[in-house]
């Protein structure tokens, strides 16, 4: 059965730090691109990075730009989100998606499986 599964999230004040992890079961994450996205409440879903399967190559959104890193581990099938200097504005359910692609998109609909969320909240 194919599946990614988040896991991470939780509360953090402003300027605090989470690590959010993907991982892939039922399928090997070494030939798909990976993405994370985020959904705040009453907002649309919205690319967070992505990561392609060849060559690492990464793009982040402007928003996230500086203060988060995506990486794999293809070892561990697993894709993580490090999330740094986070503002409240970052609070949202953050979902990983995989793309049997060479090249990483955020454009959400060429993204074959997704996982159920992972919630992160920024609040003092």
């Known amino acids: 059965q194919v599946q990614l599964v988040e896991s991470g999230g939780g509360l953090v004040q402003p300027g605090g730090s989470l690590r959010l992890s993907c991982a892939a079961s039922?399928?090997?994450?070494?030939?798909?691109?990976i993405g994370w996205f985020r959904q705040a409440p009453g907002k649309e879903r919205e690319g967070v990075s992505c990561i392609s399967s060849s060559d690492g190559s990464t793009y982040y959104a402007d928003s996230v730009k500086g203060r988060f890193t995506i990486s794999r581990d293809n070892a561990k099938n697993t894709v993580y989100l490090q999330m740094n200097s986070l503002k409240p504005e970052d609070t949202a359910v953050y979902y990983c998606?995989?793309?049997?692609?060479?090249?990483?998109?955020?454009?959400?609909?060429?993204?074959?499986?997704w996982g159920q969320g992972t919630q992160v909240t920024v609040s003092s």
């Open positions: 998606a995989a793309e049997s692609a060479v090249a990483a998109s955020l454009l959400m609909y060429e993204y074959d499986y």
């Open positions: 039922g399928f090997t994450l070494d030939y798909y691109a």
